[in-house]
C-alpha cells in the first residue's frame, strides 16, 4: 500500500493527530512509521490526489498542527512512497542528517517576505524625480515626438523602475537580516521586488513581526509589505 508522506519528526514528539485528516476526499486516516528516533506521519496514499485547494490545505494543515508542538521537516506536497518498508528504509538511511536538521530547526519558525509597488505612483515618482523622463513624457503627449523619444522614455522608465525596486529590496532585505537564522531570496520578478523566507529563533519571533511593520510604514506610499508567519520552516529542510 502505497503512503503519502507529511513530515519527519523525533519520536518524542506528541503526534497529536486526533482532531487532523489527511489528504483526499474523505481525509486520510494519519498514523506514525518510526524506525529509531525518527518518526514519518504519513496517511494512506489516496487515488484522486490533485493539486486542488482540497488537498493543499490538508497537507499544509497537518504540518501546522504538527509544527505547533514540536520541530518537524515538513515534506513537499504530493511525497508518495510505495509502502511503509520503504519509509523505514528512509528514515534509516537519513537518520543522522534528519536529527541533525530537526535540532537545527527546534525553537524556529519561517516568514516570508513579499514586497510589491504600485506601478501608477512609481511612474508618477519617477516622472516628477527626472528631468529627463519629465521632458521626453511631455514630448510624446498627445501623440507627438518621434519613436525614439517613446523608445527612449520606455527604457528611461524601466531602467528607474528596476533600480528602485533593487534599492527596496535592499532595505528590506538589509534591515530584517540582523534578526534572522538564515534566509532564502528568490529572484526579483515582475509581480515582487523582494520574495523571501526568513528562519527566525522564536524568542525573536514578535521583534522579528514589529520590525517588519515597521518597515512597512517607512517605505510609504506605493509599496506594499506582506509578511506572513510563523510557519513551518518549509523553505529551510
Excluded: C
Amino acid at each position: 500500500m502505497s503512503v503519502y508522506v507529511y513530515a519527519i519528526t523525533k519520536t518524542e514528539h506528541p503526534l497529536d493527530l486526533d482532531d487532523v485528516r489527511g489528504v483526499g476526499e474523505d481525509g486520510g486516516d494519519l498514523h506514525a512509521i518510526s524506525s529509531g528516533s525518527l518518526s514519518a506521519v504519513v496517511s494512506e496514499a489516496p487515488a484522486d490526489l490533485s493539486v486542488a485547494r482540497r488537498d493543499l490545505e490538508a497537507h499544509h494543515e497537518v504540518q501546522e498542527n504538527l509544527w505547533s508542538d514540536g520541530a518537524i521537516l515538513p515534506l513537499s506536497f504530493g511525497f508518495v512512497a510505495p509502502d511503509e518498508d520503504s519509509v523505514r528504509a528512509l528514515l534509516d538511511e537519513r537518520a543522522e542528517a534528519f536529527s541533525q536538521r530537526l535540532d537545527e530547526l527546534s525553537g524556529t519558525a519561517e516568514f516570508n517576505v513579499k514586497g510589491v509597488t504600485d506601478e501608477d505612483v512609481l511612474l508618477r515618482a519617477i516622472l516628477t524625480d527626472s528631468e529627463q523622463a519629465r521632458t521626453l513624457n511631455e514630448s510624446i503627449r498627445d501623440g507627438g515626438g518621434t519613436y525614439e523619444d517613446r523608445l527612449a522614455l520606455g527604457e528611461l522608465v524601466a531602467q528607474e523602475v528596476q533600480n528602485r525596486n533593487a534599492a527596496l529590496a535592499e532595505e528590506v532585505l538589509a534591515t530584517l537580516r540582523p534578526l534572522v537564522v538564515s534566509e532564502q531570496v528568490a529572484p526579483p520578478s515582475q509581480q515582487y521586488f523582494v520574495n523571501a523566507s526568513f528562519l527566525v529563533e522564536d524568542a525573536r519571533s514578535e521583534e522579528f513581526t514589529r520590525a517588519g511593520g515597521e518597515l512597512a510604514e517607512r517605505l510609504g506610499e506605493g509599496v506594499e509589505l506582506r509578511l506572513r508567519g510563523p510557519l513551518p520552516p518549509y523553505s529551510f529542510v
